[in-house]
């Protein structure tokens, strides 16, 4: 995969210099959001198939840290195999829309800017290293691309949450 189709996200659009600082700026974008509308507005599912707003930024906060084990691990061991985070059964098991949104948005911001800080002493050999990654289909993957990968999953959800929030916004009074 190196583009989106849907969000118009292009893998070869972002150096790998620019990752940490896009990253610590998308958390922002979610702090903003998880602060920023009501909890009502944050919980609701007012689209079919699709999660809350608050669930996504739970969704976003895991990814970060997920990717930023992977991404230590894949420093020290050759060419490890990374197994699906299991995205789906943690919006129930770990209660994602019981959260706290102000604590989300702050783990959030601490998770982009813990990965963001690994990923700045990276070296051109440390962003080259292999690893096998699991999405969209298990293909042997770089370090560059899984973080690309995560500055798309922060990018491509922050649309999920903007259409969420506006579809859940209470309309005018009749």
């Known amino acids: ?5 849907e969000c118009a996200y292009r893998y070869d659009g972002v150096a790998v210099t620019e990752i940490p600082d896009l990253l610590v700026a998308l958390a922002g974008d979610y702090r903003v959001r998880l602060r920023g509308a009501p909890s009502t507005q944050l919980r609701a599912h007012p689209l079919a198939a699709t999660w809350s707003a608050l669930e996504y930024g739970c969704h976003v906060r895991d990814v970060l ?8 691990r894949a420093q020290v061991e050759d060419c490890p195999e990374f197994e699906p985070m299991g995205r789906d059964e943690r919006v129930t098991r770990d209660r994602y829309n019981r959260q706290a949104p102000h604590t989300v948005a702050d783990e959030l911001g601490s998770a982009a800017a813990s990965l963001a800080e690994t990923l700045r002493h990276l070296d051109d050999r440390a962003w080259q290293r292999p690893c096998v ?3 969209p289909a298990r293909s042997r993957r770089t370090i ?7 500055v798309h999953e922060a990018i491509h959800h922050r649309r999920d949450v903007d259409r969420v929030l506006a579809a859940a916004r209470p309309g005018p009074s009749r």
């Open 65 to 72: 840290g997920v990717q930023h084990e992977r991404i230590r």
């Open 1 to 5: 995969m190196d583009r989106c189709d």
């Open 133 to 135: 990654y699991s999405w």
């Open 144 to 150: 560059a691309w899984m973080a690309r990968h995560t």
